[in-house]
């Protein structure tokens, strides 16, 4: 019973910041890069931010590249995004995902927290 389970999402004003949560469950946590996925309405899915199983690597999306920063907390097997200087643009469901050390696509999904930004 594999769960990710995201928090921290809300209505805020440009400008504004928010720290997303997520919690996992039933995962060799250590061993899985951990992600945050976005999907604006009408647009598809996009990559915002990643944490890699081993060596502490970070990447980003270039539109949040200097404003969110991820992080996680392996003993507490959890994953952080704080997102800083909101953008109505960032305005979002954010996911949380899991990909195994050893699989090219993320195995694990979360079932998302809603982002609003307003201007």
């Known amino acids: 019973q594999v769960q990710l389970v995201e928090s921290g999402g809300g209505l805020v004003q440009a400008g504004d910041s928010l720290r997303l949560s997520c919690a996992v469950s039933?995962?060799?946590?250590?061993?899985?890069?951990m992600g945050w996925f976005r999907q604006a309405p009408g647009k598809e899915r996009e990559f915002v931010a990643a944490f890699s199983w081993s060596g502490g690597r970070t990447n980003y999306a270039d539109s949040v590249k200097g404003r969110f920063t991820i992080s996680r907390d392996n003993a507490k097997k959890m994953v952080y995004l704080q997102m800083n200087s909101l953008k109505p643009e960032d305005t979002a469901v954010y996911y949380c995902?899991?990909?195994?050390?050893?699989?090219?696509?993320?195995?694990?999904w979360g079932q998302g927290t809603q982002v609003t930004v307003s201007s």
């Open positions: 995902a899991g990909k195994h050390r050893e699989h090219r696509e993320y195995d694990y």
């Open positions: 039933d995962l060799t946590f250590s061993s899985y890069t």
